[in-house]
Each structure stands twice: as C-alpha cells, then as structure tokens.
T-cell receptor, first 114, second 115 residues
C-alpha cells in the first residue's frame, strides 16, 4: 500500500541532544512537508521541500534542520537550539499538480523532553 | 495576514444528532478551503474541500459551503455516528502561495459522539 511512514512513533530527547525524525513516502510525490502540532493549536509549517536537494523554511524553522537527498525521504532534525521541542510532529507529501488541494499525512511522531 | 479560527471544543453530541463546527477565515484574495479530520493516534486526512466562493464540498455525509460574504466554511453533518469522534481541522491555502501544500490550519475542534 502506498503511504507515508513516520518513525519512531514516540521519541524522547535529553537536554542538549539532537534527535532525528524519519519520514518516508512511496507515493512518488515530489513535495514533502513537516508540520508541528501543539495541544489546542493548529498545525504550523516547519520546513517544506518541492524537489530533491532543495527545501525552504516554513513559519517556525528555528531550531530545526532538514535534508532531502532522496525523493522518498525527508528527515527532520530537532536540534538543541529548539528550546521547546515537545510536540506532535507530522510529515506530509503532495504531488506537484495543484499540490495545495490534497496533502497526505503520516501518523506522526510524539517528541517529549526528558 | 492569513488565519483560520474554529469554534472551541470539545463538542459532545449524542449519536444521530446534528453537527455544526464553525470556521471563519481571514485572507487576502480567494483562498482554497479545506476540512481535515484526525482520528485518535493517526495523521490528518482530507475530508472535503472547496476552491471558490459558493462551492460546496461534501464527503461521508459531511458538507461545508464556501461563503465569501461571511468568510466562513462551517462543517455540518445531519446525523453523527460514534465513529465520527475525532479532531476536525479547518485550513486554507493562502492566495499567492503558488502550487505548494503550505496550509494555514485552525486550532482544531474535538468531536465526541456518545452512543
């Protein structure tokens, strides 16, 4: 079945540690996105990529980094510079034709600070 | 700027009750509008969409009409089921954002349906 796979489902970060969240898709989509979800708030865009080896900052990119070396993969690193990393992280992808009309989401990673 | 405001939750209904979840937006120009649903422990799924004024999006018994004059996109369902219990997000695609999936989301409204 085609879809988006995020791993791990739960992740814990220690102070000063960088952690990486995995996102893989087999939908042959060109564009991929990372959103952050906080309780009682909407989703906010962290980074997005429309093509391999290129990505753009979203609304809350500070403290995060990404790479897009393969079409299928868009890992997100939460660095020690992100002072409030506890949140639910959602990866999404879309085709390039009228991409805004439908995003496909993964099942998310819950990141917590120890 | 662009923003989406949804009614506060949680919304608790009995099975077969009528559902309305209010959503209003602020945007320059004419955004596309969406409702996404998030079931427990899962990612978001597109429920319905409308891309221009007066369009009605519908899916699985849910409906929403793009009202430009009131800048609203309220979600309705005539008879809810327990399986509709989820978090519902209203979202817009800002005009001028190009062919990207950069969406602006509301804060989400939790719906609980009791048997």
């Amino acid at each position: 079945d085609g879809g988006i796979t995020q791993s791990p489902k739960y992740l814990f970060r220690k102070e000063g540690q960088n952690v990486t969240l995995s996102c893989e898709q087999n939908l042959n989509h060109d564009a991929m996105y990372w959103y952050r979800q906080d309780p009682g708030q909407g989703l906010r865009l962290i980074y997005y990529s429309q093509i391999v080896n290129d990505f753009q900052k979203g609304d809350i990119a500070e403290g995060y980094s990404v790479s897009r070396e393969k079409k299928e993969s868009f890992p997100l690193t939460v660095t020690s510079a992100q002072k409030n990393p506890t949140a639910f992280y959602l990866c999404a992808s879309s085709g390039m034709d009228r991409a805004y009309e439908k995003l496909f989401f993964g099942s998310g990673t819950q990141l917590s600070v120890l | 700027g662009n923003s989406v405001t949804q009614m506060e939750g949680p919304v608790t209904l009995s099975e077969e009750a009528f559902l309305t979840i209010n959503c209003t937006y602020t945007a320059t120009g004419y955004p596309s509008l969406f409702w996404y649903v998030q079931y427990p422990g899962e990612g978001l799924q597109l429920l319905l969409k409308a891309t221009k004024a007066d369009d009605k999006g519908s899916n699985k018994g849910f409906e929403a009409t793009y009202r430009k004059e009131t800048t609203s996109f309220h979600l309705e369902k005539g008879s809810v089921q327990v399986s509709d219990s989820a978090v519902y997000f209203c979202a817009l695609s800002p005009p001028g954002s190009g062919n990207t999936g950069k969406l602006i989301f509301g804060q989400g409204t939790t719906l609980q349906v009791k048997p």
